[in-house]
């Protein structure tokens, strides 16, 4: 396979790091590859290559159309990733985006027989539990009354009407992925599998969290961090350390 050590159109590489392990992350709902910016630089991952996945629609990839359909989106990242999994990686996917990188862990074994060393799930129930609401076809005004209520969006994006409106696709492509998902059973993953939570996630309970315990023949950790939904930049620093540790183990 072809070595790379640069950014791609899916995936974002800040600071290129020779060999090693390479950490693919998988951003929230409208949010791309920036959401992992200042990861690069963290004292917690200075030999770790921190690879975030930009997804159609969003940042340098505004004009593309974004993708709704789940089966159809991790066909296009397996394609897209492949010449970078000459290395050892992990994957870290937070709310939606631990749902695409469960999946997309799944599709490589299946089509390639081969898995990540560590799938870190953030934010985000068991994939196997029903989804609480559909929101993706609502009105514009029932979608945004949503996204308020339930804080799966950064305010700062909800409240800037022209960042919104551009948003908008994006936003209600990302909730198709998890509105339109189909649990399918299929032998647990051999990886292990660590569950981050904020306390103060209101949506996201520790009981939904401990449901990924089955996904894995591995072992399981479950994680909880001051915070509500986005607890992973409220408690960055510690959950990084954290997650550091885990892959150390």
Do not use: K
């Not at 560590?118 to 989804?131: D, K, N, Q, T, Y």
């Not at 209600?172 to 993953?189: G, I, K, M, T, W």
């Not at 915070?227 to 550091?244: I, N, V």
């Amino acid at each position: 396979m072809l070595t790379v050590s640069r950014s791609s159109r899916w995936i974002v590489t800040h600071r290129p790091v020779e060999s090693g392990m390479r950490l693919f992350c998988f951003p929230y709902a409208g949010a791309g590859a920036s959401a992992f910016r200042n990861w690069a630089d963290s004292e917690f991952l200075p030999d770790i290559e921190v690879c975030a996945v930009q997804l159609p629609g969003r940042e340098a990839r505004i004009t593309e159309p974004p993708v709704g359909d789940l089966p159809q989106l991790v066909q296009m990242l397996r394609q897209a990733m492949e010449p970078y999994l000459d290395r050892p990686f992990a994957f870290f996917g937070h709310s939606i985006g631990a749902l695409v990188s469960f999946e997309l862990a799944r599709e490589l074994r299946r089509s390639g027989g081969i898995e990540p060393t560590h799938l870190f799930v953030s934010g985000c129930p068991a994939p196997h539990l029903p989804c609480s609401e559909q929101i993706y076809d609502l009105s514009e005004e029932g979608f945004l009354e949503r996204l308020y209520r339930f804080n799966g969006t950064p305010v700062e994006v909800l409240n800037h009407p022209e960042l919104m409106h551009m948003m908008l696709p994006a936003l209600r492509a990302d909730f198709a992925l998890r509105d339109r998902y189909l649990y399918r059973e299929e032998p647990s993953l051999s990886c292990p599998i660590t569950s981050f939570g904020g306390m103060s996630d209101v949506h996201v309970d520790a009981l939904m969290l401990r449901g990924w315990r089955q996904h894995t023949r591995e072992r399981y950790q479950l994680w909880l961090f001051q915070g509500d939904h986005f607890f992973l930049r409220s408690a960055q620093g510690p959950m990084l350390e954290t997650l550091s540790s885990v892959l150390s183990q």
